[in-house]
């Protein structure tokens, strides 16, 4: 049981195929963790300059996408704690993300970094490392032609205080690429309302807002809290507001974004194989009127491009082309950018999705109706 993306369905020995279309449609990538998209080369050479910390094979553990990720957190947590040693390094990491994120026309990039690890744990000074980040996205802006915006992502594991901690340090040093805050790591008995002092406080200097709720199993009440306490702009996840259909059609009305990840992992374990895509609750979401919008997450730790996030759509969840389209504006909708230029990439997306729509050789259904 994987979630590693295979050839598309429509797949064709010539013409222009469905993975084509995918790739070369532009996007939006609301949903992406920084040290989840480190480079399998670039990992090993971390870690051997830092005296082999990793053994071999943790490090590829890092990359195999299986029923059970073992040692992940481990691993995503050496980075902090034995890899990332100075400013360079989230530099480099940085500008290789967006770099990769690109190649699959990814316009707009709003990734989330965790600064309490990189301050306490690396060392770095809070305004030497998001200084580096902001470079490589600059950087990445006139070689590569994508925008990237950077979220900063308060350590749920860690304490309200340091996320307290982390909102000011972003209040300090405001610059137009460090856009906003999130809540990332392990949900469990980790409620969101342990952090509504961080975010009323980041709502007050001017800061965005997202949250991970409702993520591996944890109750829909978590993705209320996070919408009516915290009263952030959108959801990360979010899927067990299934659940709770009343409160699904508010979210409805109210036209709040989930940030969606086909291949989160929760499901693959806890869903028997044959049933995995069939049970999963990004089947059902639009089906209850909830605006989407498909993310890579972690794309190296997944084993995912955004191209094939978005295949999986088709392939596991059975969507059209027409929800397609709509999740990729669902997508400019919920970015954090001026009104302007969603309007502007909004006619332009449309028409580009239109003529590319038009190339495809073996087109899947428009739309498909899920319950």
Known sequence: MTASPSASPSSAAHGFDLEALLRAIPKVELHCHLFGTVRHETFKQLNLRAGSPLAADEIEGFYTRGEKPVGVLRVLRALDAELVRNPDDLHQLTLEYLQDAAQHNVRHAEFSWNPTGTVQVSGIPYALAQGAIVRAIRDAKQQFGIDGRLIGAIDREAS????????????????????????????????????????????????????????????????????????????????????????????????????????????LRTLPPERWALDHPIRRMPGLGLRIHPNTDDPTLHKVTPTQAWLMMVRDFGFGLDDLRGFMLNGLDGAWIDETQRRDWRAQWSDAFDHLRSRLDDAPPSSQAHA
């Open 160 to 267: 309200p205080a340091a996320a307290l901690e982390m909102v000011e340090w972003m209040a300090a040093n405001r610059c137009d690429e460090a856009i906003g805050i999130g809540i990332d790591y392990r949900e469990v008995d980790r409620p969101p309302e342990l952090f509504t002092e961080a975010y009323a406080r980041a709502r007050q200097v001017g800061l965005r807002t997202t949250a991970h709720a409702g993520e591996f199993g944890m109750p829909w009440t978590n993705v209320r809290t996070a919408l009516d306490v915290l009263r952030v702009d959108r959801i990360d996840h979010g899927y067990t507001v299934v659940d709770a259909p009343e409160f699904a059609r508010e979210c409805a009305e109210r036209g709040v974004l989930f940030t969606v990840v086909p291949t989160n992992s929760y499901y």
